[in-house]
């Protein structure tokens, strides 16, 4: 349950998304709930049939809802095909706070050759050095660091402690939460007589508008070109993006994902959480890979693609791993067999 | 080796743990140090029989092991059913260290809102937004951020550079590590027509009494409940948990876990490192998952469970890796075989 | 494409790593590229067969690549046998700056008891608490916080917002890079009749020289003894390294990996990226593990390592993945034929 930062009728809700919906239109409400949880004059939605029964017995005094289940729902109703998207644009619409006025804290450091945008909120102990371009309505919130060079679009967040390395490009209405890390160097090094010299990664790192980058994920610049991450792109946390990356729009990924270096993912795609992506590889838009998978090679058609082994109890378990090591041998048992 | 905080004979660190003890009781020592490396004046342990060789010869003052040990140790001992435990309740009695005085740095910077507690320290570039309350003998290391409305129990130390967002709640004697975030955005996002549209997070982050939490671990505010960890629950690094799980008293959950949303958690697991658990799911109280166990289903009964495949040379591994890909037909080969 | 900070004729590049080369002797460069974007007066390398029709068209103006791909390279080249070392060496020397003149920003706090090295960069917001020694030539970006007692060697770097517990040691010329976190209580917990009793972490972490540790890294101090990280190891980010681990000499480690407590891990080895190495285990010199795979017991013996399934598409994969939970039971059918 949450507070709403205006008030609204059923009739106004609505309308505020171009919706039908059934009930009495006055029917205001003053928070968001669950379909469980919603009591009087709270608005909840439903989306995922594994609530059917919270939504047959809901207290809630607005319910957002498909319309084939506007019959069974108690209550007064807001009516979409897509109720989750509905409920998005509604929450939005109900929770927007005021943009704040522009305020430069006084412990902020800001080097005088930053072109600062208007309506700029820059927080406490913040580091802001030469040549960086911050755009209008930008908010960076306490703790950050901007290099030398970084480029920072409108309408664009920093939660606190964000670290960016030096030239970096972030586009308008990105969101980047905290702990995240861009343009770091790329994990670049070459071989000499058993000892290990680093390669200079000269490239930077280009991020698009509309990019959600979750906590302590980590973007690496580019050897020599740039490593991308398209408009619209949604990573989630603990993400790991090597150097020469490309992602492209609208593609999101869930939560302890690694990417190797140079490879690229195309537009509308979606990886799990915790998957693996090798080095040098392309992979086709529209591509779903399941949580945990390892992709090995090229992916050039889209589909859903899988890799891993199913959860056991552990006793059961070690008698199939151990017989994984023998699989080959079985497959040739078998062959034999069938030429008897 | 390490250096204690205050000395203690033999009989005194017996007795401060309500131990028998063998050997001479005024024994003083004046260090911790592993059984291997252990010298005269130096107290050590026995719990793990690996390293059974080094206790028969170890140059430790006093030995703290079960007493089925006692007669092969060529020391002083201090008897325990339980000796780990017992190790860990005399090596913090040892380093305690005084309380500091409490301290707020002139470079912090406290909102005139903050409700501050007695005998709290505040270090060097601390920001302490509007609204936060902080409990009695509070440690806040230099760098963390803490925003609007978070409220700190007592007793609750927070390491260097940690991020908490608007609304979080920890409760007393917690430790978090440097680097954790507290309270960003869950990844809710809905899609109209290929682009992706933000959910708004409304829930915030309730964390209870004695929880632990590793260096860089992230955990994501509820979509509109909250994001629950209960007492006494340990979290070791890099640990992902998503919006709305909700972890049980006192489990535990090794590095790199990652805990998709809305998966709960029961009381008194043990989650293996790198293990993932996907979303929805439900844990029932004492299971156990092995390392990097995916766990793709709930799972309603006590039990340890694991998967995953050998580890091999490579060469022997990639003939088996091949054949994973035919062993639905080779079961059903071998089923055909069956009926000739 | 990116900028150089000094001008070089070919002569000049080949001069500096003592190659030969073939061409005009003073055409010089301006710039280095890929030998895909490369234009006039830019320097680029050949050293992965996967860009070979980029070489054969490449407009660059010079080249360093083997001997054996002289003959068909369209342009003047600097000729060696490991061209990506020569690339990384000239490329080093193309782009080193001018060592900055010491600077110490007026909001870093610098305990009075530090011994700071000569010709140091303290960026704004650092916090060096008592009695930590700073080398020479030692730059801290922003946002950093040293707990008392460190100790950072001659040359080393932290990029913004490292954190480092007290009493740890780091090396010369090591690389540090955002996020890092290193001294973190290893993941101690004795079980006192269902609770966790917290096991104090007394020991420290000891790196040597020529480390360079990767974005949003962490690294545990040790239980009594120190967690130690040898000379010339590379760990890329989000690398997890549990207390008392030992990683060999020149040993590198890709990113996403996770370390478990007291594991030791031999010099000059290869880790790829998210894999996973149980505790108590030892790895011997030169393994190389390929990615994702888990390790669950040593290795006495120096070869490639691998475990893990094939990605498939998910409807095939599904097949496969129940059939796992046969493969004791189908192995035992096939012993059974077998007698008939």
Known sequence: MSSITRKANLKELADSIGAEFCGEPLTTISAIATLER???????????????????????????????????????????????????????????????????????????????????????????????????NVTIHAGCVLSDSVTIGDDTTLYPNVSIYSGVTLGSECIIHSGVVIGSDGFGIANEQGKWIKVPQLGSVIIGNRVEIGANTTIDRGAIDNTIIEDGVKLDNQIQVAHNVHIGENTVIAGCVGIAGSSTIGKSCAIGGGAGILGHLTI??????????????????????????PLQESSLWHKNFVRFKQLDKIARRVTKLEKI
């Open 284 to 309: 086709a838009d529209g591509v779903h890979i399941t949580a945990t998978s390892l992709v090995t090679k090229s992916i050039h058609k889209t589909g859903i693609y899988s890799s891993g082994t």
């Open 38 to 136: 919603a009591q009087k004059n709270e608005l909840s939605f439903f989306a995922n049939r594994k609530y059917y029964q919270c939504l047959l017995v809901t207290k809630a005094s607005i319910v957002i809802l498909h319309p084939d289940d506007q019959a069974v729902c108690p209550t007064n109703t807001i009516l979409s095909p897509e109720p989750y998207l509905a409920y998005a644009k509604i929450a939005t619409w109900l929770t927007q706070s005021n943009k704040q006025q522009s305020k430069i804290a006084s412990t902020a450091i800001i080097s005088n050759t930053v072109m600062m945008g208007n309506n700029t909120i820059i927080a406490d102990h913040v580091t802001i050095e030469s040549g960086c371009k911050i755009g209008n």
